[in-house]
């Protein structure tokens, strides 16, 4: 596609729920990341994937996520048994390769009550 | 770890006007990112600028690598201008690290 793709556009969920959020990357890129961005903050880092494999998730917060691109494209983030510190938009990006710039999804907003 | 930090954390121009939002970082970069996050939430790229000046259209930006700073230029600023801006650095590895963003508004 022409950008970065992210479904779906707006998530509630109850507390406890499991949630899952997916990512198509721009056609060709290699590297796709994560970013959780809080109310009235910048986007931080959650992990990064080139092709298929996951070469850093430092920035999970917790067990409870875990994030997937099984065939080195699309990428789901998923959230098991949710709580509503997990409130914010999840922020998805590509690039070519590591070392170019990052494009962004739109992103989803995700509302824990 | 790193430190962006950017300057002012808020900004209010009248339509017309010009400004300067600045960008420090703490330790050398492989990569600088600016972006503009519109009222609706999208971050858009504006530049990919490791080093020296690049422009496009009213926003031009420039990045002294060795002084560890960047600027960001906006001339004749228009509504449509407003929203949070950020700059973004690869330090070590490849995530973005963001500031916490200059909020602009532009009233006409």
């Known amino acids: 596609g022409a950008g970065v793709s992210q479904s779906p556009r707006y998530k509630v969920a109850k507390r406890g729920q499991d949630v899952a959020l997916r990512c198509d990357p721009i056609?060709?890129?290699?590297?796709l990341f994560w970013y959780q961005q809080a109310l009235g903050q910048g986007p931080e880092f959650l992990t990064y994937?080139?092709?298929?494999?996951?070469?850093?998730k430092s920035g999970l917060p917790s067990d409870r996520f875990f994030a997937e691109r099984p065939e080195g494209s699309v990428s789901t983030l998923k959230i098991q048994r949710t709580q509503q510190e997990d409130s914010a938009v999840y922020l998805c990006?590509?690039?070519?390769?590591?070392?170019?710039?990052?494009?962004f999804g739109d992103g989803t907003r995700l509302s824990i009550l | 770890g790193i430190q962006v930090e950017q300057s002012p954390p808020d900004l209010i121009l009248q339509e017309g006007a010009n400004s300067t939002l600045r960008c420090n970082f703490s330790?050398?970069?492989?990569?600088l990112q600016w972006f503009h996050q519109n009222p609706w939430g999208q971050l858009i790229n504006l530049f990919y600028?490791?080093?020296g000046t690049k422009q496009n259209g009213r926003l031009s930006a420039t990045t002294v690598a060795t002084e560890r700073y960047s600027l960001l230029y906006i001339s004749s600023s228009q509504t449509t201008d407003s929203g949070v801006y950020f700059c973004?650095?690869?330090?070590?590895?490849?995530?973005?690290?963001f500031g916490k963003g200059t909020t602009l508004s532009v009233s006409s």
């Open positions: 990006a590509s690039s070519l390769d590591g070392q170019t710039p990052q494009h």
């Open positions: 056609s060709g890129h290699v590297s």
């Open positions: 994937f080139q092709n298929e494999a996951q070469l850093d």
């Open positions: 330790d050398s970069v492989n990569n």
């Open positions: 600028i490791p080093s």
């Open positions: 973004a650095v690869v330090w070590a590895g490849t995530a973005l690290i």
